[in-house]
């Protein structure tokens, strides 16, 4: 008999929210590396290239099962992907009488290419909230995950309504699932970092920078089912309205009753680009002749500025941070930013 005074639990089981398949498999890869390294200059000048090209076949993936299974996600073997570049790196390391100093320089390319599609036409990666089924998408002849969408086309200078581009070639305010295209992808052109090491006597300092360009971010956080919730201020100052007729953006009545295609267009695409210097760090090491009496062999005091300085064009909080699949690194869900550190440290040595 149920005592109500007495805690009663149930052990109970439910489905899997991923679809079992059988026939997945392991991808595969191959690869060609040829590259060359030289030193010139008693060793002060430092050089590295090297050309790769990298085919992966049967490639994991998570993709959308049919409605009727009721799981929301399967793994399959989705094709093949090509990815091919170049990489570089200098090195230069000299002194000028007490100042030791060294310069290294990096840069990597990038082409990446979806060879051989799935079965299907496109699968389906993700979507932003309220915008339909997708908006990142596995396709033959495109980049991984490439953002896909409508073309935003001008602003009726009139009215304030946005209009976008047709696949025929025309433009129109109601675009279709026909309409859509590639507007962007997440793969960056190149990516490069930067590094200068000085010594002077008992100081150092360290400076590191990295970045990238080519790649572009859809600004995925304003929904496109609600007309509530929080958005970028220039959604609205660069909007249209009656003293301002040339307008970038459409009327703010307009990104109500269109949001489905303003907010899936390339209007809410931008390129990712950046450059951040990663750290800044400057330490002082104790004279030997004062360790010594401390019976300690190092003691180094250090202070380190990290992330402290951004420089891009795009809009949003952080270019540099994804959301956490691949399918999803196309778009910016307001991922936490990146944290500025002041960090003071010692390190010690018996």
């Known amino acids: 008999d149920y005592d109500p005074s007495v805690a009663n639990t149930t052990n109970a089981v ?3 929210s991923v679809l079992a398949n059988p026939e997945l498999e392991w991808e595969t890869s191959k690869q060609v590396d040829i590259g060359l390294d030289a030193r010139f200059f008693n060793d002060r000048l430092a050089m590295t290239m090297d050309f790769y090209s990298k085919n992966t076949d049967g490639l994991l993936t998570e993709s959308t099962p049919p ?3 009721g799981a929301s996600s399967v793994y399959v073997n989705a094709g093949k992907v090509h990815n091919h570049g170049f990489e570089f790196e200098l090195d230069w390391k000299d002194n000028i009488g007490d100042l ?14 979806v060879t051989v599609g799935p079965s299907t036409t496109r699968i389906t990666g993700e979507a932003i909230q309220g915008l339909g089924e997708g908006t990142t998408f596995f396709e033959e002849g495109y980049p991984v995950w490439y953002i896909r969408g409508f073309q935003f086309d001008h602003v009726d200078s009139a009215t304030g309504q946005a209009y976008f581009k047709t696949a025929e070639g025309g433009t129109t305010t109601t675009p279709t699932e026909d309409d859509k295209t590639c507007i962007g992808d997440a793969v960056p052109d190149f990516t490069y970092g930067v590094t200068l090491n000085l ?3 008992n100081f150092d300092l360290v400076v590191f920078g990295s970045g990238s360009s080519g790649n572009d971010i ?7 089912d609600s007309r ?20 970038s953006r459409p ?7 269109q949001m489905s295609s303003y907010y899936a267009s390339d209007a809410m695409v931008y390129k990712a680009s950046y450059f951040k210097i990663k750290q800044i760090q400057l330490g002082y090491t104790l004279p030997k002749s004062f360790l010594d009496k401390i019976k300690l062999s190092n003691l180094r005091a250090y202070v380190s500025f990290d992330d402290f ?11 540099e941070t994804r959301s956490g699949t691949t399918q999803s690194m196309a778009l910016d869900r307001v991922s936490y930013p990146v944290s500025k550190k002041i960090v003071f440290g010692l390190n010690v040595s018996f």
């Open 100 to 113: 030791h100093y060294s310069v290294s320089a990096n840069i990597a390319t990038l082409k990446n290419e």
């Open 251 to 257: 009327s703010p009545y307009y990104q109500n009753t």
């Open 14 to 16: 439910s489905p899997s």
């Open 67 to 69: 409605l009727t299974t």
């Open 218 to 224: 859809m600004m995925a956080f304003t929904r496109g």
């Open 199 to 201: 010594d002077y006597k």
């Open 309 to 319: 300085f951004t420089f891009t064009k795009y809009p949003g909080f952080d270019p």
């Open 228 to 247: 509530t919730v929080n958005r970028m201020d220039f959604l609205y100052t660069e909007a249209w309205s009656s003293s301002n007729t040339n307008a």
